[in-house]
C-alpha cells in the first residue's frame, strides 16, 4: 500500500477541507438546533440546497462512487475516497452536502452496478443529480434481521405485478419529505432455490398505494430528522415487474455488494468523528485548569489522550487496508476486513468521544460541543448494518477456514 494520498486526492481534500471551513462548520449549530426543534419536525433544514449547489459547482460531489460515472462522479477508487469520507465524517450530516450520505449512497450503488438502462434512468440519476432522496427497506420487527435469511415480508408475482405484504422498521430516511424511492429486500420462496436465494430486492416508489408509515422511531432519545428511521407496513403494495433488481433470487448478492462498502463508508466517517473529538479534548485539556495544574498536565488526562491518538491511528490503517483490498480484490474476498473495521471503527470512537466528554465535564454532554452526538452516532452504528456480534461471529468463522486452509 502507498500511503501518499495522489495528486488527484490531495487537491480535491484541500479543496474539500476549504469548503467545510467556509460553508459547513460555520452554519452546524444553527442546523442542529433547526433540526432538534419539534416545531420543524421532518423539515429538512432551508440553507442545506444553497451548499449542495455550492459543492456541485466546486466538483466536490458524489465523490463516494467508485466507478467512472461521468458527468455525475470523478470515479474515484475507495482509498482515494477514504480521507475525503474522514473529513466529512467530521460535522455530523455533513456528506449530504455532498451527495455522499447514506442510504443514498448504497442505494446509487445498487442501481449503478445492478439496475437497468429504465431503472437507472428514473431513479439513479435524480439521486446522483440530487433531486430525491430514497430509503434501504430491509428490518423487520418480527424476526432477527442480523441473520437477512430470516426476512419474511412477501415479494409474490402475480400478472405483470409483484405484490408486497409485510412489516418493515428502522428505515432511515423514509420520513424525509423528499424521499421518493425505496429498494426493499422480501422473500420471494421458491423450494427449488437453496436458502441464500430465497430472497430478492426490488424497487418501490414512495408514493405507491399501500405503504403505511406507522411510526419514526427514536434513537438514543433523538429522531434524527429530517429523514428519521421509521416503521412502516407494506399491504399489497403492487409494482410492476420491471422494477425487480437483477431477478429473483439475487437480493443476498445484491446486499453484499450494496453493505460490504456501506459498511467501509461508515469505518470511515466515524474516523474523522474521533479525530475531531480527540482534538476538542487536546484544547481543553490545554485551555483548563484543575488543582493548580492543566488538564493536559494531568497523568490521567495524557494517558487518555495518548491512547486515543494510538487507537485512531489503528482504526485509520485498517480502513485504508480495507478500501484498498476491495479497489484490489472485490468486497467479496474482502469480507475479513470489512467486517473487522465494521467491529473496529465505531467502538473506538465511541470509547474516544467518552473521553473527550470526561476532560469537557458537564459541558461535554450538551448540544455546545460535538461530542455527545459523536458518542450516541459511534454507538448506534454498532447496530447499523448489523450488529458487533453478527460481525465477530462471521469474521472468526472466516479466520478459522483460513487458518486451516493454510491462508493465513
Known sequence: MDFEYSPKVRDLRERLISFMDQHIYP???????????????????????????????????????????????????????????????????????????????????????????????????????????????????????????????????????????????????????????????GHTPDPDRPRHQQHSQIIIPADTPGINVIRPLDVIGTYHMPGGHCEIEFTNVRVPKENMLLGEGRGFEIAQGRLGPGRMHHAMRVIGMAQRALELMCKRADERVAFGRKLSDQGMVRADIARSFCEIEQARLLTLKTADAIDRRGGKASKDLIAAIKIVAPNMAQIVADRAMQVHGAIGFSRDFPLATIFTTARYLRMADGPDEAHMSQLAKLVVAQVAEGRR
Open 27 to 185: 452554519i452546524e449549530a444553527e442546523r442542529e438546533a433547526f433540526l432538534h426543534d419539534p416545531a420543524n419536525a421532518w423539515t429538512p433544514w432551508p440553507g442545506g440546497e444553497a451548499i449542495k449547489e455550492k459543492a456541485k459547482a466546486e466538483g466536490l460531489w458524489n465523490l463516494f462512487l467508485p466507478e467512472d460515472y461521468a458527468p455525475y462522479s470523478p470515479g474515484l477508487k475507495n482509498l482515494e475516497y477514504a480521507p475525503l469520507a474522514e473529513e466529512m465524517g467530521r460535522v455530523l450530516g455533513a456528506s449530504e452536502f455532498f451527495n455522499c450520505n447514506a442510504p443514498d449512497t448504497g442505494n446509487m450503488e445498487i442501481l449503478a452496478k445492478y439496475g437497468t438502462e429504465e431503472q437507472r434512468e428514473r431513479w439513479l440519476h435524480p439521486l446522483l443529480d440530487g433531486d430525491i432522496k430514497s430509503a434501504y427497506v430491509m428490518t423487520e420487527p418480527a424476526v432477527a434481521s442480523s441473520d437477512a435469511t430470516n426476512i419474511a415480508t412477501k415479494i409474490e408475482a402475480d400478472g405483470d405485478d409483484y405484490v408486497i405484504n409485510g412489516r418493515k422498521w428502522w428505515i432511515s430516511s423514509a420520513m424525509d419529505p423528499r424521499c421518493k424511492v425505496y429498494i426493499l429486500l
